[in-house]
């Protein structure tokens, strides 16, 4: 349902009289390429696709040839969309794309620019600057269960397994080919070749022991301290913090914030960890599926981090996602939305815990909504079914 509803914003936005440029953003290995692939499929304006990721040079002379095969085919046709695949690989992309942009603005010239990128980490090399006021985001994350039950026949049991990478569904019946795929195409690609590619990565071997200690404590509240403890060559916390919102802007793991009325005390909280999509977990690990999801303990594990991820997935459109602990009281998450609190506790079999933190909170803020996922609650099925907004 979400990659339909993506398609439909694009082919909206691509038939609006005010044109913007489109910049599709999102993890590696999430469709985004197939997606625009459908897009051209769906839409009468016509399409030329080029990715930076099979060009020879990738450089200002490369980016401004693609743009003229484009205002030719406008040209021709009355109207066209230029797709620029993998967009930041190019060198100083932005400055480039201001000018074309800026040019056919003033020339009227109807062509429609989507831009598509691998990690959202280039948007911090100039798009603010260089392409305000010029363009519109879209978000592309990991597939839901919904859409990987729709499209492939998973299993809620598959699902906490395999994930939500549609690649990586043909080889779940051979598992070490999928876990190979996963930790290749995915883990490897993403931490060892695209982050170190797009930004100044200082200690590289940190960044990726932070992505395996990030997995093993998903789920739990983690100090920078103990991760300085746990890490060697380290560095400081800032180094830390850092690291970890890079791994969050690629989509593997990330450090939700302690929820409090102080933004500031927020953003100094010790961060929970969170794994983005199940089978980063997974696919690390040696273990088989059934092993997995046997063990009260590990499947609890993987329960916890698929909903903080269906929830991640929605607030990076949407909302804002925390935690919350205060003494002996903890709560699993906490979605905002506007001025709306939705306040949840997860049940997933691992830890008998009572619900006394979801009440107290509740009695500290009386005005937001409680929710129990899972045991005793709402069906785990249900809620991966539909959209945390929904609840308020």
Known sequence: MYRRQTI??????LNEDRKFIQILLGPRQVGKTTLVMQLE?????????????????????????????????????????????EIQKVSDWSDSVKALWDADTRNKTPLHVLLL??????????????????????????????????????????YFYFGGY????????????????????????????????????????????????ACNYGGRILSYTKML?????????????????????CGLVCGLQKFSGESVRSRGSSPKLLTLDPSLLTAIDEREASDWLEDPESKGHLVENVIGSHLWRVSREKGQLFYWSEGK?????VYTLGRSIL??????????????????????????????????????????????????
């Open 117 to 158: 990128g691998s990690t959202p980490l280039f948007a911090a090399r100039g798009i603010t600057e260089s392409l305000a006021g010029r363009y519109e985001t879209i978000y592309a994350s990991h597939w839901s269960y919904q859409e990987m039950a729709d499209a492939f026949a998973y299993s809620l049991d598959e």
């Open 229 to 249: 403890g746990q890490l060697n060559d380290a560095g400081n916390t800032t180094t830390l913090a850092h690291y970890l919102d890079l791994l969050s802007q």
């Open 8 to 13: 439909e914003i694009i082919k909206k936005r």
């Open 166 to 213: 549609p690649g990586a569904a043909h080889l779940r019946k051979e598992p070490q080919r999928w876990r190979h795929y996963v930790k290749e195409s995915i883990i490897e690609a993403t931490v060892s070749r695209d982050l170190l590619a797009t930004v100044r990565i200082d200690k590289p071997a940190l960044l990726r022991n932070l992505f395996f200690l």
């Open 41 to 85: 499929e769906n839409n009468e304006i016509p399409q030329l696709y080029a990715s930076a990721d099979d060009a020879q040079t990738r450089d200002r002379i490369w980016l401004e040839t693609q743009w003229q095969r484009g205002r030719v085919l406008a040209k021709n046709r009355g109207k066209a969309v230029l797709v620029i695949d």
């Open 329 to 333: 009281w903890e709560l699993d998450f």
């Open 343 to 392: 306040a949840i506790e997860v049940k997933s079999g691992r830890r008998q815990r009572s619900v006394s933190g979801l009440a107290e909170f509740k009695k500290r803020n009386p005005d937001c909504r409680t929710l129990i996922v899972g045991m005793g609650g709402v069906p785990l099925e249900d809620f991966l079914r539909t959209s945390p907004e929904d609840w308020f």
